[in-house]
């Protein structure tokens, strides 16, 4: 247990839909390091570990309108998608979850969330947002 604790350190970061001012602890490896990519239209907040990359896209009203995720493990879902991961988890049990026409790709959809993975083990990758909540001029495509 000791050793676990060591191992790990809190890393502050706002949730999907959420304000950038309003936090959750999102556990994550030491060597963790973040950055700030500042753009025109929103900025990203990176956190990049050994095993992953998690980007969280807040516009410039401050709120997080999509995340995604590379890496050799899936990130903590609850954690990034907050009141949405229940929307998430419903959805996907509903069988709303389709095949992409792009091989191993799943997208579920709901009128206010989108979610798309895909991957093999060891090279997972992943991306949601809220549709609702994009600003104007930017589209899916640039959360990568």
């Not at 050994?50 to 995720?69: A, C, H, T």
Request: glycine share 12%; hydrophobic share 35%.
């Amino acid at each position: 247990m000791t050793l676990t604790i060591l191992m790990t350190c809190s890393s502050v970061w706002a949730v999907l839909g959420g304000s950038s001012g309003t936090l959750e602890v999102d556990h994550q490896p030491l060597s963790g390091q973040t950055r700030t990519i500042p753009g025109p239209d929103f900025s990203v907040h990176e956190l990049t570990t050994p095993d992953l990359v998690v980007r969280e896209y807040i516009s410039g009203q401050g709120k997080v309108f999509g995340v995604s995720w590379t890496g050799r493990r899936s990130p903590d879902l609850p954690v990034l998608f907050g009141s949405y991961f229940e929307q998430y988890e419903a959805a996907s049990a509903e069988r709303n979850a389709r095949r992409s026409p792009l091989r191993g790709v799943t997208q579920v959809e709901t009128s206010d969330l989108v979610v798309e993975t895909g991957g093999p083990m060891g090279a997972i990758w992943g991306r949601a947002y809220l549709p609702n909540l994009l600003p104007p001029g930017v589209t899916k495509e640039a959360i990568q």
